[in-house]
C-alpha cells in the first residue's frame, strides 16, 4: 500500500470517527461571522463606533472623533484606549487631523502615550513636529509642577 492511499485512508477514518462521536461535527464550528478575520462582528461599544469614526470619508467626522477620544481619558485604561485610536489618528492625511491627534495626546500619561508622540516626530509636516515638542514641554511643566507642590507639601 503507497504512503498517499494510507493517508487517505486516515483522514476517512477520522471523519467517520468525528461524525459518529456525538453527532454531527459540523455543528459545534463556530458561525464563520464570529471567527476573527473571516467574519464580521460589529463593535457597538464606544471605542468601537470612535475607531469607526476614525476611518470615515468626511475629515470633520474623523476630527470629531479624534476630539472625542481626547476627552475620554478619565482612567488609564481609557488613556490607553484613546492612545491607541489617536495612534491611528495620527496616520491620517489631513494634517488638522494629525495636530489634533498630538493635542489630544499631550493631555495623555506620557508613559502612555509616548510611543504615538515619538512616531509623530517623524511627520513629514513641520507643524506637526513642533506640536510634540510644545506637547512635551507642557506635559514637563504639569510634572514638574507636580514634583514642587509634593515638595513644597512636606
Not at 461599544?45 to 479624534?66: C, Y
Not at 488638522?96 to 491627534?101: C, D, H, Q, S, W
Not at 500619561?109 to 509636516?125: F, H, K, R, V
Request: a positive charge; proline letters at 5%; charged letters at 25%.
Amino acid at each position: 500500500m503507497n504512503p498517499k492511499m494510507k493517508k487517505a485512508i486516515w483522514i476517512g477514518l477520522a471523519c467517520l470517527w468525528m461524525l459518529s462521536t456525538s453527532g454531527c461535527f459540523i455543528r459545534r464550528v463556530p458561525p464563520i461571522r464570529f471567527i476573527p478575520g473571516i467574519g464580521h462582528q460589529t463593535d457597538y461599544s464606544m471605542e468601537g463606533i470612535v475607531r469607526r469614526a476614525l476611518k470615515d470619508k468626511n475629515p470633520t467626522v474623523r476630527m470629531e472623533a479624534v476630539k472625542l477620544l481626547g476627552t475620554m481619558i478619565a482612567t488609564p485604561d481609557e488613556q490607553v484606549r484613546s492612545a491607541s485610536g489617536l495612534g491611528q489618528a495620527l496616520k491620517d492625511k489631513e494634517r488638522n487631523i494629525r495636530l489634533e491627534a498630538v493635542r489630544a495626546l499631550g493631555k495623555i500619561d506620557p508613559a502612555i502615550s509616548g510611543p504615538y508622540l515619538s512616531s509623530a516626530l517623524t511627520d513629514e509636516d513641520v507643524l506637526v513636529r513642533v506640536q510634540v515638542i510644545q506637547e512635551l514641554r507642557k506635559a514637563y511643566q504639569r510634572q514638574s509642577n507636580q514634583l514642587g507642590q509634593v515638595a513644597g507639601g512636606q
